[in-house]
């Protein structure tokens, strides 16, 4: 089967409809084998080809599917760029019907008007296409190799402005990728949702569903007013969002636009992802007036930038929010993330997130605002954001001790940046890499430790390293730098972009759980020379070494990693499967994956066992050493008695007779990680924890996490369970 081709689709005008009437039952209309009118693309046909009026009486005549080269045609044609279709139908009464569908299998795209009105396009750009436009890239057709047809939704006002009672028209354009195609597929159905016992049609097929109205995730509804989301500039179109909350359906038809109803400006996003048919989509929420428009969506805090992500090639459908879960974790902003389900123009397009994009604020990146006058002293010296990146994805500066890796401005945008500010940032970096290119670049006062916040480097390593992802110190990596006064040093992240992390990729060794990726043997030449030279460094080795150890004593613990996949897959039980009817990717190699399950389940499955062997590897190859020198002859196991464990009211942390750590801390995690007690012994050697969370909140039952520290290094960890 060929590769996925580039999808965009556009549809109709977003309705909030309430239905009238329920749906007694689904009726088909017509059938992609019923007899067609048909004309192959070798010259423009008439203007008013696809009106009801048009008299198609001298155009072919062919059952379908029309085309060649698939074994899904009953009718054959030639080699041909595009083929027009035309299917009369009669329809007996309008107020019948609640809601339709188009089922669609095509070859490569195509767009359907119904009574001379667009209402589905497919992997086809313009308003109206000559004959010898090709698509963007192939799609394949399924049914004839056992998957189903992709479903276009016309809702109840669609009908009513598209329709009439009587003589009806569908008309359709189908386009190839080339003249030199090996084939080109044409099979579309037409089914209706009756509010009545009445029968009036067909029996439905039998591979055909019913389409879902509600959803146990927030739904997300964009209307273009039917124009394409294209790459650049941004369009205006209106955005809804239904969210009843935790627990609670939402209802697509019936439900008010309670999480958002108004305004933004949308656009397609993503580089080698642009390719995918399921697209990546920036949005800024505006006013009516078309001014930013800072609000909160599903819980986040306030601001108009805003990423709808579409895993495509992460069939877990969770990489990205597990690896921003691993950095938020340590305690440093990685973007939030929700699950929705996505409508664009009453067009299901699958389950999709909601994050927040990589910005200057306050509840982002949280660094100073650079402004076009900042040219001079301590305000020029931040906050500045960069992304390692391809050079084709904005303006910046080729690394001039690695050409393959280019440093784009992401804020300020070059735009809005002055040739000053360029030149500081620019300059800044170079002289931070010659830092850590020197002789003496680990020496206290001279090398790189003067330049960068050593902690998040430390971090950010370790999130890239555990996930393995093969792009991420070359790709989509950030830094950033606040002024002087506040700090001054760069920043490694925020965390961004990990689809082919945790065993995705079948690239760079991004399957194997052993090995690292700084020092990758494929791959290892497009990234910056720092994640090698870093390694260098006896004092920085050690460093990772016990953060490591840190992470994995507290937030990092597998159990707490595995419940944290359990929890995301629970969540999206309900929806995966129609998010994989409507991309029908399971079961199917498709670039990049190194592993596609047939089910859901395995594909979980795969991402729980990855995970653990490289959590375990990780354990046994730590690079450096951590060796807490307060601590040397202190007994490990015995240095802390915990009891009574489990407990229900409270639970006592006891010091050994012999334990040196008098001023030791014990640090109270959750089952996913998180951080919700920090206690002090002082100087007693008995701490008493009451079972309450930092709020001062009873913590409900449930297995959880501690660690003993002396303030440096973890000493002791281990599970308790509250009853």
């Known amino acids: 089967m060929k590769y996925f081709s580039i999808c965009i689709i556009y549809f109709f005008f977003l309705s909030n409809h309430l239905f009238s009437q ?19 693309g070798n010259s423009e046909p008439p203007g008013n080809w696809f009106q009801n009026n048009f008299d198609d009486s001298n155009w072919n ?54 009574n001379g009105i667009e209402i589905a396009r497919a992997n086809i ?94 739904i997300i509804k964009i209307n273009t007013f039917g124009e394409q989301i294209p790459n650049d500039p941004k369009i205006v179109a209106h955005m809804g969002i239904i969210d009843n909350g935790p627990g609670n359906r939402n209802y697509i038809f019936s439900d008010s636009l309670n999480g958002y109803d108004g305004q933004i400006a949308i656009e397609t996003r993503g580089a080698s992802s642009s390719n995918f048919p399921k697209k990546n989509y920036g949005f800024e929420t505006q006013d009516n007036q078309g001014e930013n428009n800072n609000v909160n969506l599903l819980g986040m805090p306030k601001e108009n930038d805003w990423i709808l992500h579409g895993p495509f090639s992460d069939k877990s459908l969770v990489r990205n929010v597990l690896a921003f879960h691993l950095g938020n974790l340590t305690e440093r902003w990685a973007p939030r993330t929700r699950y929705c389900e996505l409508f664009i123009n009453d067009q299901y397009i699958g389950i999709y997130i909601l994050m927040e994009k990589i910005k200057r604020d306050d ?77 003496n670049f680990d020496d206290p006062d001279l090398g790189y430790q003067n330049w960068i916040d050593v902690g998040s480097f430390i971090d950010h390593l370790l999130v890239v390293e555990l996930s393995r992802d093969v792009d991420a110190y070359r790709l989509s990596s950030f830094l950033y730098k606040d002024k002087d006064s ?71 613990h597998t159990d707490s990693i595995m419940q944290f996949i359990d929890n995301q897959a629970i969540t999206l039980n309900e929806a995966q499967s129609r998010n994989f009817e409507r991309w029908q990717i399971l079961g199917n190699y498709l670039w990049p994956n190194a592993f596609v399950g047939d089910t859901y389940e395995e594909e979980i499955t795969y991402l729980k066992n990855w995970t653990t062997e490289r959590l375990i590897w990780m354990d046994e190859n730590m690079i450096g050493n951590c060796n807490p020198v307060a601590i040397t002859n202190l007994d490990k196991q015995n240095s802390l008695t915990v009891q009574p464990n489990p407990f229900l009211k409270s639970i006592n942390f006891i010091l050994s007779k012999d334990n040196s750590i008098k001023n030791g801390v014990v640090k109270i995690y959750d089952s996913l990680g998180k951080e919700i007690r920090y206690l002090n012994f002082s100087s007693a050697d008995i701490l008493e924890w009451d ?32 009853m």
């Open 363 to 439: 509840d982002r990146v949280d660094i100073a605002k650079l402004d076009f006058d900042d040219n001079a002293g301590d305000s020029l010296t931040g906050g500045y954001i960069l992304q390692v990146d391809r050079f084709e994805l904005g303006n910046g500066w080729n690394s001039p001790f690695n050409p393959n890796h280019f440093f784009v401005y992401q804020y300020p945008n070059s735009d809005n940046l002055t040739t000053t500010q360029e030149n500081y940032i620019k300059n800044h970096i170079t002289d931070f890499e010659e830092a850590l290119a020197s002789s």
């Open 691 to 722: 079972g309450k969370n930092k709020n001062g909140k009873e913590i409900p039952s449930g297995i959880y996490f501690y660690s003993f520290s002396d303030k440096t290094n973890i000493i002791e960890s281990g599970k308790i369970i509250k």
């Open 22 to 40: 329920s749906i007694d039952h689904w009726e088909t209309v017509f059938f992609a084998d019923d007899i067609w009118k048909y004309r192959v």
């Open 486 to 556: 506040k700090g001054g040093l760069l920043n490694a992240g925020p965390l961004w972009d990990f689809n082919l992390g945790f065993g995705n990729a079948d690239y760079c060794d991004g399957w194997e759980t052993s090995g690292w990726n700084f020092d990758d043997p494929n791959c290892g030449n497009d990234q910056p020379f720092w994640w090698d030279r870093l390694q260098e460094d006896t004092i920085f080795n050690n460093q990772v070494h016990c953060r490591w150890d840190e992470l994995r004593d507290g937030p990092w």
């Open 61 to 114: 005549e062919g059952q379908g599917g029309i085309g060649y080269g698939d074994g899904d045609d009953n009718t054959n044609i030639q080699n041909t760029i595009s083929l027009y279709l035309r299917m009369n139908f009669d329809i007996v009464d309008i107020s019948q019907l609640e809601m339709a569908l188009l089922h669609a299998d095509y070859d490569d795209g195509f767009i359907a008007y119904l």
């Open 125 to 218: 750009d313009g308003d109206f296409p000559t004959f010898d436009t090709t698509t963007p890239a192939d799609r394949e057709a399924l049914m004839y190799d056992g998957g189903l047809p992709v479903a276009f939704t016309l809702s109840k006002d669609k009908i009513n402005q598209c329709l009439q009672n009587g003589n009806n028209t569908l008309a359709i354009q189908v386009h190839n990728r080339g003249i030199f195609s090996s084939d080109l597929s044409s099979l579309f159905f037409f089914s209706v949702g009756v509010n009545q016992t009445v029968t009036n049609y067909w029996p439905t097929p039998n591979w055909f569903t019913t389409p879902f109205l509600s959803s146990d995730l927030p």
